[in-house]
T-cell receptor, first 113, second 112 residues
Framework: EDKVVQSPLSLVVHEGDTVTLNCSYE??????LLWYKQEKKAPTFLFML????IEKKSGRLSSILDKKELFSILNITATQTGDSAIYLC?????????????FGEGTQLTVNP | NAGVTQTPKFRVLKTGQSMTLLCAQD?????MYWYRQDPGMGLRLIHY???????AKGEVPDGYNVSRLKKQNFLLGLESAAPSQTSVYFC???????????FGPGTRLTVT
């Protein structure tokens, strides 16, 4: 059974702190790993990683994938209250009937002023 | 360009009633998906479709049916709603070449 596990499940920090969110996985037919941010409504795309060791960056957010150890981390530096959200990790899986994503439970991040 | 839209935004049903949720996308995407999201459980895939006229089961398909008669629309049906189907339902779409999915705004369904 495909499995994606995120940790911690929730995290409360102060503005300016740096946070690291973790995602480990056990799946068959891995294609890619994706991070999404979910505020009030729909998840919005952050990163997609397909190769080990290549860091993806977007402003204060960065992510890296380790395909040998089967995990990814999402780093957020100098956090702001606007970073408060649920962060979802998803693994892309190839199947004969098409590709699909399996999601972790999410990490609820709260950034206090 | 509206992206992915969902109708309705909110709905309250009584146990045993039926309803259909509509998802529409204007990005010409091949793949479409239906998820449910419950507290502490992330997004779980109900059904998905890799093209017009085709559907496949996801992780939690029981109690739901889907149809993809047109490429831009994906319908999710509940034939006899149960309280366990109280959830937020998200639709998503993606192009055939990639896994990046674009999500709709969600439908909050309550079954009493």
């Amino acid at each position: 059974e495909d499995k994606v596990v995120q940790s911690p499940l929730s995290l409360v920090v102060h503005e300016g702190d740096t946070v690291t969110l973790n995602c480990s996985y056990e799946v068959t037919n891995f294609r890619s790993l994706l991070w999404y941010k979910q505020e009030k409504k729909a998840p919005t795309f952050l990163f997609m990683l397909t190769s080990s060791g290549i860091e993806k960056k977007s402003g204060r957010l960065s992510s890296i994938l380790d395909k040998k150890e089967l995990f990814s981390i999402l780093n957020i530096t100098a956090t702001q209250t606007g970073d408060s959200a649920i962060y979802l990790c998803a693994v892309g899986i190839a199947e004969t009937s098409g590709s699909r994503l399996t999601f972790g439970e999410g990490t609820q991040l709260t950034v206090n002023p | 360009n509206a992206g992915v839209t969902q109708t309705p935004k909110f709905r309250v049903l009584k146990t045993g009633q039926s309803m259909t949720l509509l998802c529409a996308q204007d990005m010409n995407h091949e793949y479409m998906y239906w998820y449910r999201q419950d507290p502490g459980m992330g997004l779980r895939l109900i059904h998905y479709s890799v093209g017009e006229g085709t559907t496949a089961k996801g992780e939690v398909p029981d109690g739901y049916n889907v149809s993809r008669l047109k490429k831009q629309n994906f319908l999710l049906g509940l034939e006899s709603a149960a309280p366990s189907q109280t959830s937020v339902y998200f639709c998503a779409s993606s192009p055939r070449t990639g896994l990046k999915q674009y999500f709709g705004p969600g439908t909050r369904l309550t079954v009493t």
